[in-house]
């Protein structure tokens, strides 16, 4: 049974940073991948970033290219959203999905991922 537990939200000001984490485990082999997703209230669920496993590659939303980076710890399931230069309209619930596979130039679309962590706020605000 694969379970993501993530964390690291909060509120920060316009310009900070923040440091998500989405701990996988479970996954029945290596090509599983991890997408990390966001939801403003009123507004549909957004992609954000892309991690495979399969072959290290990553993928962002045009908006955050620059500013987040996804990646993998070296010796655990655990994959991480770093944050920087953080705007208001990043603000939202941050969910991480996981797949027992690599969805390339699919990623994007949400209901491709079968597990899906419990949701983590992001509120960016002075």
């Avoid at 996988?24 to 970033?49: C, D, L, M, T």
Wanted: glycine share 12%; charged share 15%.
């Amino acid at each position: 049974q694969v379970q993501l537990v993530e964390s690291g939200g909060g509120l920060v000001q316009p310009g900070g940073s923040l440091r998500l984490s989405c701990a996988a485990s479970g996954f029945s082999s290596g090509s599983w991948s991890i997408g990390w997703f966001r939801q403003a209230p009123g507004k549909e669920r957004e992609e954000v970033a892309y991690f495979s496993n399969s072959d290290g590659s990553t993928r962002y939303l045009d908006s955050v290219k620059g500013r987040f980076t996804i990646s993998r710890h070296n010796a655990k399931s655990t994959v991480y959203l770093q944050m920087t230069s953080l705007k208001p309209e990043d603000t939202g619930v941050y969910y991480c999905a996981g797949s027992d596979r690599d969805w390339g130039s699919s990623w994007f679309h949400h209901p491709l991922y079968d597990y899906w962590g419990q949701g983590t706020q992001v509120t960016v605000s002075s």
